[in-house]
């Protein structure tokens, strides 16, 4: 069974910094990229970041750019979020997801197929 | 980036049809997925590739597309489909986008 288990979230001033985990199991972790995902308070899914299963590619929307980092250990089977220069508007709940990609003809296939609890991160002084 | 545009809200009495509508230029040129997101609950994904259908995800869901406009149908609504939708596309630079989601209501 696919588990994805969340921690790291919590409380943070302006200008702060916090690091999202996310513990994998039930699948072979180092073959599959994985993304982070938010929702401010009642609003919708926003896609943050993603990482290729060797961790050799990064992707981050622009609002992020330049202030998170994603990074994996597959030894480990745990994906980060590094999150510097936090600012109000980074307050949400964050989900990291599992990763279906791959090339489909002259399609390209990318999608969320198992999700993580979910972990508030609050900025604010 | 680009943008998928959906309508706000949708109602439905049960046992009717709901359709929820996505919008986007790029549509054309890429899939389309679905997830149903309850309240306080992590989303999950109920139609990938356009039209396909996840293990488990009950025959009453389906998606179709048509030009720039990709569709998820859910026929014969009960009370538990009651949910936040929202659809979801990517292309091959790594850039994956959300609708902007649809609160589905039922009567």
């Known amino acids: 069974e696919v588990q994805l288990l969340q921690s790291g979230g919590g409380l943070v001033q302006p200008g702060g910094s916090l690091r999202l985990s996310c513990a994998a199991s039930?699948?072979?972790?180092?073959?599959?990229?994985m993304s982070w995902v938010r929702q401010a308070p009642g609003k919708g899914l926003e896609w943050v970041s993603g990482?290729?299963?060797?961790?050799?590619?990064?992707y981050y929307a622009d609002s992020v750019k330049g202030r998170f980092t994603i990074s994996r250990d597959n030894p480990k089977n745990t994906l980060y979020l590094q999150m510097n220069s936090l600012r109000a508007e980074d307050t949400a709940v964050y989900y990291c997801?599992?990763?279906?990609?791959?090339?489909?003809?002259?399609?390209?296939?990318?999608?969320?197929?198992?999700w993580g609890q979910g972990i508030l991160v609050t900025v604010s002084s | 980036s680009y943008e998928l545009t959906q309508p706000p809200s949708v109602s439905v009495s049960p046992g009717q049809t709901a359709r929820i509508t996505c919008s986007g230029d790029a549509l054309p040129r890429q899939y389309a997925y679905w997830y149903q997101q309850k309240p306080g609950q992590a989303p999950v994904l109920v139609i990938y590739k356009d039209s396909e259908r996840p293990s488990g995800i009950p025959e009453r869901f389906s998606g179709s597309t048509s030009g720039t406009t990709v569709t998820l149908t859910i026929s014969g609504v009960q009370a538990e489909d009651e949910a936040d939708y929202y659809c979801?596309?990517?292309?091959?630079?790594?850039?994956?986008?959300f609708g902007t989601g649809t609160k589905v209501t039922v009567l």
């Open positions: 039930g699948f072979t972790f180092s073959s599959y990229g």
């Open positions: 979801q596309s990517a292309d091959s630079s790594g850039t994956c986008v």
């Open positions: 990482i290729s299963g060797s961790g050799g590619s990064t």
């Open positions: 997801a599992k990763v279906i990609n791959y090339g489909s003809g002259a399609y390209y296939v990318y999608y969320f197929d198992y």
